[in-house]
């Protein structure tokens, strides 16, 4: 897969385009992907997605932006796994978001991107204002265009925010469901503070590139990223009872029956069970006696669950 990081950079064979955030990578983009591959292969060209850095909303409105379910990175890597031909992340500020939906559609979509053929959802809008709709882009001389109806699952839209609001509320089950996948974090292990290893539970201090993370909490999970999967526990939040909170989150995460130096590997954690909030213990002693109940409920969750966090995931394969 190549990757473009502006439109002004991309010189693309003939292609059909998508367009979109896709924040998560979820269970409706998956369709979209689909759709996308069916159409190129049927008209003999590539397949391209658009999409933007930052989210238009996080532009708009960053106070009020919601949590990010990917990192770029992640979101590259998923779309890598889907063996995606191009991607085109285009920066969005101030002079990309004033382009009308005529200079979009024939300048970015026509020329800059080659657009052959054209797959957006049923709510597309696009250009200054969000004044551009479908029939507009039904209207090009240069590209054919079609438009993917919502995927629903109970009468419930399938989108970013039905994940997020399920990873808030700690139902980490709807949410692979909703990914088709179990929700992941991923970066790089940076040096912390130790004091994990202190209190006899070393951790990985695994750095965060989200806004601000869609869950909070204690969670049974599976680390990928080194010789073989490993369970253990993850905790992601402010460590209320460390030094008073810190302010920004964090995630830990305690590998099981492991024990070796792992600075700058680049893992991933899946998050398979929610077990409890985070909680301001009244000293460390307390704090521990909570961690290793925390182990043996998610060595038991583990013991029950032995096939839980083995979904059928193409970023393995």
């Not at 998956?30 to 190129?40: H, T």
């Not at 590209?143 to 419930?156: K, R, V």
């Not at 909170?245 to 590997?265: M, S, T, V």
């Not at 998050?271 to 060595?299: G, M, S, W």
Request: overall charge neutral; some cysteine.
């Amino acid at each position: 897969m190549q990757v473009f990081r502006n439109v002004s950079d991309a010189h693309l064979p003939p292609a059909a385009i998508t367009i979109g955030n896709f924040d998560g990578l979820h269970a409706g983009h998956e369709a979209m992907l689909a759709e996308l591959k069916s159409a190129a292969s049927m008209h003999g060209l590539k397949t391209c997605v658009l999409t933007f850095e930052p989210h238009p909303r996080e532009f708009f409105a960053p106070d009020s932006a919601p949590a990010r379910l990917t990192s770029l990175r992640e979101k590259l890597e998923l779309l890598a796994a889907r063996k995606i031909d191009y991607v085109v992340v285009q920066r969005f500020d101030r002079k990309f978001s004033s382009l009308s939906a005529l200079d979009f559609r024939d300048q970015i979509l026509a020329k800059d991107l080659n657009a052959r053929h054209v797959i957006v959802g049923d709510d597309f809008c696009f250009g200054a204002k969000r004044a551009g709709d479908f029939a507009l882009l039904q209207a090009s001389p240069d590209f054919s265009t079609c438009s993917l109806a919502t995927i629903a699952d109970g009468g419930l839209r399938i989108s970013s925010t039905a994940v997020r609001n399920a990873l808030a509320a700690g139902d980490m089950n709807l949410a692979a469901h909703y990914l088709n996948r179990p929700y992941s974090i991923s970066g790089r292990v940076v040096d912390g503070d130790k004091i994990g290893r202190t209190l006899g539970f070393p951790t990985a201090n695994i750095q965060i590139k989200h806004n601000r993370p869609p869950l909070f909490g204690i969670f049974v999970v599976e680390i990928h990223g080194l010789e073989k999967p490993y369970q253990g526990v993850a905790s992601l939040g402010f460590r209320p009872t460390i030094h008073g909170g810190d302010l920004y989150p964090k995630l830990e995460a305690h590998l099981f029956d492991f024990n070796r130096q792992i600075y700058r590997q680049h893992l991933r954690v899946d998050f398979l069970h929610k077990l409890r909030d985070e909680e301001k213990y009244i000293d460390l002693p307390t704090l521990v006696a909570q961690i290793e109940k925390d182990c043996i409920a998610a060595k038991e969750w583990f013991a029950v669950n032995r096939n839980a966090s083995r979904h059928e995931d193409v970023r393995n394969k």
